[in-house]
């Protein structure tokens, strides 16, 4: 079983940087490869971004391509998203998630497995 915890988003204005953290409990957090999801109000949530296991595989939605990047310490059992040129569309509940169902289906959030609780990321024009 894995536990998340990310860490506290924030207010930034638009063009501005912000890093958000996710912490895991567990002693297999390597074997999960790791996604970002984030939800703005009346929106589904929708994949950001993802890490494998090892570090060595990362993916990203094209809305952020470019802009955010998602990295990995497996020593530490933490996944960072720094994310850069922030815009006012990336406003939204970011929830970081765990799943082993499979690198191929890393954009689908129904086969993520452990979430966590989620943190508000505001970006103001």
């Known amino acids: 079983q894995v536990q998340l915890v990310e860490s506290e988003g924030g207010l930034v204005q638009a063009g501005g940087s912000l890093r958000v953290s996710c912490a895991a409990s567990g002693r297999t957090f390597s074997s999960y490869f790791i996604g970002w999801f984030r939800q703005a109000p009346g929106k589904e949530r929708e994949f950001v971004a993802a890490?494998?296991?090892?570090?060595?595989?990362?993916g990203y939605a094209d809305s952020v391509k470019g802009r955010f990047t998602i990295s990995r310490d497996n020593a530490k059992n933490t996944v960072n998203l720094q994310m850069t040129n922030l815009k006012p569309e990336d406003t939204a509940v970011y929830y970081c998630?765990?799943?082993?169902?499979?690198?191929?289906?890393?954009?689908?959030?129904?086969?993520?497995?452990?979430w966590g609780q989620g943190t508000q990321v505001t970006v103001s024009s």
């Open positions: 890490v494998s296991g090892t570090g060595g595989n990362t």
């Open positions: 998630a765990a799943n082993s169902a499979g690198w191929l289906l890393r954009v689908l959030p129904a086969t993520y497995r452990y």
